[in-house]
């Protein structure tokens, strides 16, 4: 009987917030060899030994092509993007990279080198028009931010892909992700990591978001979960296709303060709101993914209090001297 090789996995963007979680998850499960991190420069030292590593330039498309004839690769999961604090000073390289880099894997799909596209959106997509509680999934979308612009945009795009030429594209639209193996990456939602360190380093945090600014997040647990779960979905079961809400929690600077003050009871926080609290006021307090649990069985697992809990503890080692 004739062996067939087993196809490989590429992630553009492997060494950012999620793609280094998503690397490890995917190569846990797929194997090593199996799975190609890449990204415009070098990771970490366990990106680079653990597996297949390559630089690329997700705007290049001859180079992500070359990377995709030479691992056999029939997955692209593209996590290379500017997020939302970062896209607002430098707009248009925002708008080069989240908007090319996603044709040039779309059209890589298009061409039939690539059976399957991930590509993340994000709750920056809706705007001040939105209704923010409970956003549902078909709603008001007008955002007032690059990032969000081209993130909106890059939904169509993965729509039409499909329409048009039958591209089995897939997407989550993230909350704030919080994690303790990889730093965040420019983003509005970013405080709710830096907290953590803040705690344990100095036992105070100087928050650039009001007290009162609730806004979507969820564990980076739950979200390589998610991530991976729709791209095991059949796609007959996925019935959208530009961009699925995702809830996890919603939470705002005091009650992370408050669950933090748990397990430090001195922890104290200051507010000092800059240019993110305008982005952050513009975007949902929570989100209806009642599409997401009906079309391929999402449920969030991580509560804030768990997530303080495993943040602590995962960072605590980092600043005990
Ligand atoms: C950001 O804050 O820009 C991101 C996001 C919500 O997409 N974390």
Known sequence: MRKTM????????????????????????????????????KGSGQLLNDGPFEIVDAMD???????????????????????????????EKAWNLNM?????????????????????????????????????QVTVMEPTTVYGISKQTGERWCEYYNKRFGVDVRSIRYPGLISHTTEPGGGTTD?????YHRALKHGNYRCFLNGGTTLPMM??????????????ADPDNITIRSSYNLAGISFDPEEITASI?????????????????????????SIDDSTAQKDWG????????????????NLKPRYEE
């Open 100 to 136: 090319n880099s996603l044709f040039n894997v779309l059209n890589l799909a298009k061409e039939g080198k690539i059976t399957r596209v991930f590509w993340p959106s994000s709750i920056a997509v809706f705007g001040p028009s939105t209704p923010s509680i409970d956003t549902p």
């Open 61 to 91: 498309y001859a180079s992500i092509e070359d990377v995709v004839f030479r691992y056999n690769v029939d997955t692209v999961y593209l996590m290379a993007a500017m997020l939302s604090a970062v896209a607002e000073k430098f707009p």
């Open 219 to 232: 564990f980076m647990t739950d979200a390589i979960r998610a991530t991976i779960g729709i791209m095991d």
């Open 6 to 41: 087993k196809r490989g996995i590429l992630i553009l963007g492997a060494c950012g917030q999620i793609g280094t979680e998503l690397t490890q998850a995917l190569r846990k499960r797929f194997g090593n060899e199996r799975v190609v991190a890449s990204d415009i420069r």
């Open 261 to 285: 003050q748990k397990h430090i009871p001195d922890f104290e926080i200051s507010y000092e709101p800059d240019f993110r609290q305008e982005i952050a006021d513009t975007w949902p307090q």
């Open 191 to 195: 405080y709710a990591v830096e907290i």
């Open 298 to 313: 999402w449920k969030n697992k991580f509560s804030l209090d768990d997530i303080t809990q495993v943040m602590l503890k």
